[in-house]
């Protein structure tokens, strides 16, 4: 079991580029969770999957920012038009179930760097 | 808001001292866990704890639902203990927008 794998670890942009952030969630887990990490904020919820389907995407900025799980092997996470306080390490996290009754599993992070 | 404060923010030990972390929340919480990240980055769950007592290897939790706090006990502290440990609720069984606090960050030294 490779855990919850993140694609690019490192990932620098330019501002009003675009970005993508890749989650691959550990093979039979149903729940999907995004969350920001900075100094100053601290680590953020984002958004929520359960089986596939979005559940609570209260922490996501409104705009610019799209999550999605087409399929049961991977999440994407969007940053349209990036700015330079979107700079953060983005988690991905997986689980059994919903966090109430679940261990919730990490990636190592995107490391996301706006210029 | 809901909000998560850890305390302290930071702190240094030597190795074979006991460490107690606290956490402290603005209202009820139907889940609370507590999660390890290392110098490195990684995160990984602890263990889960929502009231009473837990133990786990050198660390025990302990959690008083009513007065919203939660403590993180480690005995025998190692340098390999070193990292920051963060608290996290789930304050309401119906969202899922977890909360973590900031995180107490601890230097074991040899």
């Known amino acids: 079991n490779a855990g919850v794998i993140q694609t690019p670890r490192h990932k620098v942009t330019g501002k009003g580029q675009e970005a993508t952030l890749w989650c691959e969630p550990i093979?039979?887990?149903?729940?999907v969770f995004w969350y920001r990490q900075t100094i100053v904020q601290g680590l953020e919820f984002l958004t929520y999957?359960?089986?596939?389907?979005?559940?609570?995407d209260s922490g996501m900025p409104k705009e610019r920012f799209s999550a999605q799980m087409p399929n049961q092997s991977h999440s994407t996470l969007k940053i349209q038009s990036t700015q330079p306080q979107d700079s953060a390490v983005y988690l991905c996290?997986?689980?059994?179930?919903?966090?109430?009754?679940?261990?919730?599993?990490f990636g190592p992070g995107t490391r996301l760097t706006v210029l | 808001g809901q909000q998560v404060q850890q305390s302290p923010s930071s702190l240094v030990l030597q190795e074979g001292e006991n460490a107690e972390l606290q956490c402290n929340f603005s209202?009820?919480?139907?889940?609370l866990q507590w999660f390890y990240q290392s110098p490195g980055g990684s995160l990984v769950s602890l263990l889960s704890n929502p009231s009473g007592t837990k133990h786990t290897g050198r660390l025990t939790s302990t959690t008083v639902t009513k007065e919203r706090r939660s403590s993180l006990h480690i005995s025998s502290s190692q340098t390999t203990d070193s990292g920051t440990y963060l608290c996290?609720?789930?304050?309401?069984?119906?969202?899922?927008?977890?909360?973590f606090g900031k995180g107490t960050h601890l230097h074991v030294l040899p």
């Open positions: 996290a997986s689980s059994l179930g919903d966090w109430v009754y679940a261990e919730q599993f």
């Open positions: 999957f359960r089986n596939q389907a979005p559940i609570d």
């Open positions: 996290a609720i789930d304050p309401d069984t119906n969202a899922y927008k977890v909360i």
């Open positions: 093979s039979g887990h149903s729940a």
């Open positions: 209202s009820t919480a139907t889940q």
